[in-house]
């Protein structure tokens, strides 16, 4: 499975989105999972998962979230750099 990390600044805290899609099985899965960093701690909500039959159809997805994201300013972080996220940065 692959992953892309997104977190956006707001009032504060940091808004977090996590897409992780890939092959599973004879379907390609796309899971995004919503989260939040506070100074209390992190937080995520349960994951969303679409599963399709193709996978051009999933990147196809993939590609518009991703565009739609950066366009909305969400900034796109490294696996290293989401690890280790706290709200003091």
Do not use: A
């Not at 899971?31 to 999933?58: A, C, L, N, V, W």
Request: cysteine-free.
């Amino acid at each position: 499975m692959e992953e892309l990390y997104f977190i956006r600044r707001k009032r504060g805290n940091y808004k977090t989105l996590r897409l992780e899609f890939g092959k599973v099985k004879k379907k390609f899965l796309l899971r995004f999972i919503e989260g939040e960093i506070k100074p209390e701690g992190k937080s995520e909500s349960f994951p969303h998962e679409t599963f399709y039959d193709d996978e051009e159809e999933m990147s196809k997805k993939v590609l518009k979230m991703r565009e739609q994201l950066t366009e909305e300013r969400w900034m796109l972080k490294t696996r290293g750099q989401n690890r280790n996220m706290s709200i003091e940065q």
